[in-house]
């Protein structure tokens, strides 16, 4: 019989808002016991409805929250949040400090004012419900915030997850359960989890969701489906959160029975213009349209002898009405191309200048596949006269899926921070993302997200951490990873520092040992085919060359890595001068990147003095043993964590170890067959 477990089943995420310990809680009753929401608008309200939740919980039952002002003072212990129309009508002038003041649609200022009251400040309800999340998140977290003065806005305009659900209810690459949207029951029946899903996004700061998969099914354009997506949208709406769709190009041969998706014939545009109005009837702050095109079997432009920028534009001019957006993704490979790394620089830099100004094109992070590592994709810096998107990936296709405990937080920030060099030193990929050089708010980031109905979201209890750290790097890829998962952690499993100071290097060491037990130095795409969980370089079967093991790697007697130097594909070429000759030559590649630039002889000499064979071997060991070490860590803390949350976490990680244990031996013993034959 299995023994009912106490404990919590993960559902509220980072937002069960525990009472805080007894100086937090005076500390924070002395600054905001009652708090005013002075707007009245549809985002001003739920606002007022988390802080309605989450003051009770964290402060008890002396907290209260108003929506009417006249309940308000302007002395210690009171808080007030407004745009600052309604709040220059509220408080004396020169209140407010003007140094923080925010004009950004979404930015929120925080200060104390003369008369000791906080105020939390915006230009608009929109900022006022992240600066209430902030608040939140300061107080969920333990922190005895002294407030001084805080000015917060985004760095990037559209933060997005890309939900890769199919409406069978199936996610494509999703490790946590089936879909969140009950297709079946809408528009009638609205699920409450929907609004907790938006209530997540919003208090990271995510505002933008596209709902269904790239690889789409039509019926998401009919108009059964497009009322179901309506209902949808009213519950995000009301967070702050814009609804997109993909859409399958060829939907008007599809749905509207036309001969051709041709995007320059007249019917095809003027079909897509009659769905867009019929789309924004019904959803009428309706985001835009994800596409995924000419890529992996979907249809595109390139049936009809036109280019992605063709496609792209006929959407953009079908959007640009209606203040939509087309998201037109850079994902494609294949054609003939004899590296695959290549293939989307080579497509899409030719294209640059040509995009109408609402087409954003989206970038994966790396060149490949979202690997546990890659290089930069080439494509940032690469399309001056372009708006790039960062397309990250949540859901750990290939880092273990539901079961391994892997920080992403940490792999973005190397991303955003690899300098590019395209405008000189300091062109890190998150200044180029950011730069909005013709003040349109036309900036954007995207993740494929990892929730789903399993009980945590996100498919354990430690997975959500990603999904909060996406959503805060987004608005901020300047914020500290560490501090990030600190918070989380706190607002997670509670305030105990003996705990904190156990997991959070846990948590902070586990992308590298994942990258140790998987691919170390360069390695990528040795996964199993298809599912891509577990090792298997040896794979060299299926129906496409750049899908199997051996063509990422090119084991040999004489070494290891794929030569994308001069010598070899070229690929260090699409990167600028710099970055391009550091990466060519093998004594000044990082080693993190080696054998995805080179082949290297199996006695190269590395850094460490050991040689590639030999390093190899030992960074597998390093992985295992480091995942093994999670075990043991998690254990130490059994006493700090509820039963329930402790036997589930402790289940992954035990998946997780002997999962590295697999990968140690299949590798070394694949790799050593070759290294061995020297
Ligand atoms: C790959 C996935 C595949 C996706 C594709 C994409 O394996 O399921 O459809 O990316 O991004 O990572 O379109």
Not at 222 to 247: C, D, H, M, N, P
Not at 622 to 643: H, I
């Amino acid at each position: 019989m299995t023994q009912a477990l106490f404990g919590k089943d993960g559902y509220e995420l980072w937002m069960a808002y525990e009472p805080l310990h007894s100086a937090a809680a005076i500390h924070y009753l002395g600054l905001c016991a009652t708090v005013t929401v002075a707007d009245q608008g549809e985002l001003a309200r739920s606002a007022a409805v988390e802080l309605k939740r989450a003051l009770p919980r964290l402060l008890g039952s002396r907290a209260a929250v108003f929506t009417e002002t006249d309940s308000f003072s302007d002395s210690p212990g009171h808080c007030i949040a407004g745009t600052y129309a309604t709040l220059e009508t509220l408080l004396p002038e020169g209140s407010i400090p003007a140094a923080t003041r925010t004009h950004h649609a979404e930015g929120y200022q925080m200060c104390v004012t003369a008369k000791g009251s906080l105020c939390i400040a915006s230009a608009s309800e929109r900022g006022l419900l992240y600066g209430v999340f902030d608040l939140l998140r300061r107080m969920s977290s333990g922190e005895i915030w002294v407030p001084g003065p805080v000015k917060s806005e985004p760095k990037l305009a559209y933060r997005m997850l890309n939900h890769w659900d199919n409406l069978d209810g199936s996610i494509e690459r999703g490790y946590a359960g089936e879909t969140l949207w009950q297709w079946a029951e809408l528009p009638h029946t609205v699920d409450p989890r929907y609004t907790d899903y938006a209530r997540a996004c919003a208090s990271v700061g995510i505002n933008a969701s596209v709902l269904n998969n790239v690889n789409t099914q039509y019926e998401i354009l009919t108009t059964e489906y497009l009322k179901k997506t309506a209902a949808i949208a009213s519950v995000l709406r009301a967070w702050g959160i814009q609804t997109f769709l993909s859409v399958n190009f060829a939907s008007p041969k599809v749905l509207g029975g036309l001969s051709t998706a041709d995007p320059l014939d007249d019917d095809v545009a003027a079909w897509w213009r009659e769905k867009a109005d019929e789309i924004y009837t019904l959803i009428p702050d309706f985001g835009g349209f994800l596409m995924k095109a000419d890529s992996e079997g979907q249809p595109g432009p390139y049936a009809y002898g036109r280019t992605h920028a063709d496609g792209a534009n006929m959407f953009a001019k079908v959007l640009k009405p209606h203040d939509g957006i087309i998201i037109w993704r850079a994902f494609v490979y294949g054609h003939g191309e004899t590296d695959r790394a290549k293939k989307a620089w080579a497509d899409f830099t030719p294209l640059d200048g040509t995009f109408l100004d609402n087409v954003a094109v989206q970038v994966k992070n790396g060149p490949i596949d979202f690997m546990p590592r890659e290089p930069a994709h080439p494509l940032f810096g690469a399309m001056d006269r372009t708006t790039l998107f960062m397309e990250f990936q949540i859901a750990q296709e290939y880092l273990g899926q539901g079961n391994h405990i892997v920080y992403l937080g940490p792999m973005w920030k190397e991303t955003l921070d690899f300098d590019t060099h395209a405008r000189g030193e300091g062109s890190t990929v998150g200044r180029l993302l950011s730069a909005d050089p013709d003040h349109r708010n036309f900036t954007g980031a995207a993740a494929v997200s990892n929730t789903g109905s399993h009980p945590t979201w996100c498919g354990s209890h430690f997975h959500p951490l990603n999904l909060y750290a996406f959503g805060r790097l987004a608005w901020d890829y300047t914020l500290d990873t560490e501090e990030i998962a600190a918070h989380w952690l706190s607002q997670t499993f509670g305030h105990d520092a003996a705990f904190k100071e156990k997991i959070l290097p846990m948590l902070m060491d586990s992308w590298e040992a994942c990258i140790d037990y998987m691919t170390p130095l360069g390695l990528h795409h040795i996964m199993k085919e298809h599912h891509h969980y577990g090792p298997d370089p040896g794979f060299n079967g299926g129906a496409r060359e750049d899908w199997r093991s051996t063509y990422y790697h090119r084991a040999d007697k004489a070494g290891l890595g794929f030569d994308r130097t001069r010598n070899g594909s070229g690929a260090v070429d699409q990167y600028h001068p710099p970055v391009a000759d550091m990466l060519n030559n093998v004594d000044t590649c990082p080693e993190k990147y080696l054998l995805w630039f080179h082949h290297v002889p199996w006695d190269r000499i590395m850094e460490s003095g050991r040689t590639l064979k030999d390093e190899l071997v030992y960074r597998y060991r390093r992985g295992v043993e480091k995942a093994e070490g999670m075990v043991r860590t998690w254990k130490s803390v059994q006493k700090l964590v509820d039963p329930r949350r402790y036997r589930e976490v402790l289940e992954k990680l035990e998946i997780q170890a002997a999962d590295a244990q697999e990968w140690e031996a299949v590798c070394t013993a694949y790799f050593m067959s070759f290294a061995n034959q020297q």
